[in-house]
């Protein structure tokens, strides 16, 4: 079937909306030293401007379906991109840390509008024989972005300043800005609608203090020496609070978020193994250039480009997602995707310095094929038998479970890496530095094999309503001409 010109191009807009909020969030990380160095604060003190940025997105996304719902998806959505390039613009210009970390905020609730609210205008205006290739649209273009920015960041900061890393942001909003001006409506499928349901204040508070104690203390896990009593109450008192909001939410007759789409089975298993899988999908490209620059000795420009072959994957694996799920079905592809990825990472984690480097591409290769198929039928399969109705509820849940996982991420890298060390020492042989990369990867590895097993749940048809047969597609051939 082919997808309408007007809804690809809407969906491509928002592919480039996700690929510039994933971007943003990790690109600043290889430039920390030099931002240090320019506002004449310690390197640490830098991770604030991280920080600061992922816990907005934590809080504000559960809010932007409640916010759609009140002021429709145009303006949500044109003033997010709008918020988001001019914050852009204000953190180039921040002359102290705590004006960098001000606007940093201010660009988090920017993309905090602006990615789940255009994900809600594409699949709510998608037919559920669309959905496939809609979504690998979106979904692709934010898998490069944590690729790709540890080389961009070290490339800009090397031969630019820091500041471009915010500046590259201007004229991207602007056409983002003038194309959505142009292709969104007002009107129709997503636009404005009724009168919204009151706002679940007490959601609100559970879970945006939840969602964002939960983010702070990873970035506490993430630093080089966390407070061990700061983080162990952090994270306590926001499990607590997840807790009481998933307590509330299932209870209150409108609330912030609708857990209640979680009785769709797909949806369910796409939540649960795709909140795995995405800390997979967000460590492993953290983890190999520490390996390749700390343990082979490899210059940042030679990482950085073996480690882009998993944007390679990425990409090359596009063009065939949707004929190999149409061909085959959401679970055999899911399954032998999470399979993939948990076998490149145990081969990951048997890679030495004298390993080819053909074989390290190779692997890293696969690891990007098998999380751009994963994650395009995750973001689909859990859609795709979700009533309209629902359907907003649905992607405001799947938004606030992709940015969490997302944003856990580099504090489950750190665990697992931290926890190679003494697990390395109980292994046969000598315990090196090497070691504790070797177990870091083997218990990524092992979540994906969970997430392996959370895929075989999958009913043998699941998501068949979004498929298209060969026989149908046939069909549509011989049907074509007649129409007029």
């Not at 392996?452 to 048809?461: C, D, I, M, V």
Request: proline content about 7%.
């Amino acid at each position: 079937m082919v997808i309408q010109r007007g809804q690809r191009n809407i969906a491509l807009l928002v592919a480039g909306c996700f690929f510039m909020e994933m971007l943003d969030g990790t690109i600043v990380v290889t430039a920390s030293p030099r931002i240090a160095r320019s506002l004449h604060v310690a390197p640490a003190q830098v991770g604030l401007v991280i920080t600061a940025y992922l816990l907005t997105l934590a809080v504000l996304i559960p809010l932007s379906g409640w916010l759609t719902r009140r002021f429709g998806n145009r303006l949500i959505f044109l003033s997010a991109i709008a918020i988001f390039t001019v914050a852009s613009v204000a953190c180039a210009a921040s002359g102290s840390l705590g004006e960098l970390v001000a606007m940093r905020v201010l660009q988090g609730a920017g993309g905090a509008m602006m990615v789940p609210v255009g994900r809600t205008m594409v699949v709510s205006a998608a037919e559920k024989r669309d959905l496939i290739r809609v979504m690998s649209y979106v979904v692709w273009p934010g898998l490069v972005a944590p690729v790709i920015a540890p080389l961009a960041g070290g490339l800009i900061t090397t031969y630019a300043s820091w500041h471009w890393l915010f500046l590259i942001n201007a004229p991207l909003g602007v056409i983002a800005f003038c194309v959505a001006w142009r292709l969104v409506r007002g009107t129709g499928p997503g636009g404005a609608a009724a009168a919204p349901p009151p706002l679940d204040w007490v959601g609100v508070a559970l879970t945006c203090a939840g969602l964002g104690g939960l983010t702070y203390a990873a970035s506490l896990v993430s630093r080089p020496a966390p407070p061990p009593a700061q983080t162990a109450a952090f994270a306590a008192v926001s499990v607590a609070l997840l807790a009481g909001a998933a307590w509330h939410l299932s209870r209150t007759p409108y609330p912030l978020l609708n857990l209640r789409t979680l009785r769709v089975p797909t949806f369910r298993v796409a939540q649960t193994g795709g909140f795995l899988y995405w800390f997979v999908v967000g460590a492993g490209p953290f983890l190999l250039p520490l390996l390749f620059q700390t343990q082979f000795g490899w210059s940042p420009v030679k990482s950085g480009a073996v480690t882009a072959f998993i944007f390679v994957g990425n990409v090359g694996i596009k063009p065939a997602t949707t004929p190999l799920i149409n061909r085959f079905g959401f679970r055999p592809l899911l399954v032998t995707s999470t399979g993939c990825m948990a076998l490149s990472m145990a081969g990951l984690a048997l890679i030495s310095a004298a390993t080819p480097l053909a074989v390290i591409a190779a692997l890293a290769l696969v690891s990007g094929a098998a999380r751009s198929a994963a994650l395009t039928v995750y973001n689909t399969v859990g859609l795709a038998e979700i009533e309209p109705a629902e359907m907003r509820d649905a992607n405001t849940l799947a938004a606030t479970t992709t940015q969490l996982a997302s944003g856990l991420a580099i504090a489950a890298a750190t665990v697992a890496l931290r926890l190679g060390g003494p697990l390395g020492r109980l292994l046969p042989g000598t315990a090196t530095g090497k070691t504790a990369y070797s177990v870091a990867f083997l218990l990524l590895a092992l979540v994906a094999v969970v997430a392996t097993a959370q895929a075989f749940r999958l009913h043998p048809h699941a998501g068949d309503s979004a498929r298209t047969t060969r026989n149908e597609e046939q069909a549509a051939l011989t049907l074509e001409p007649e129409q007029p």
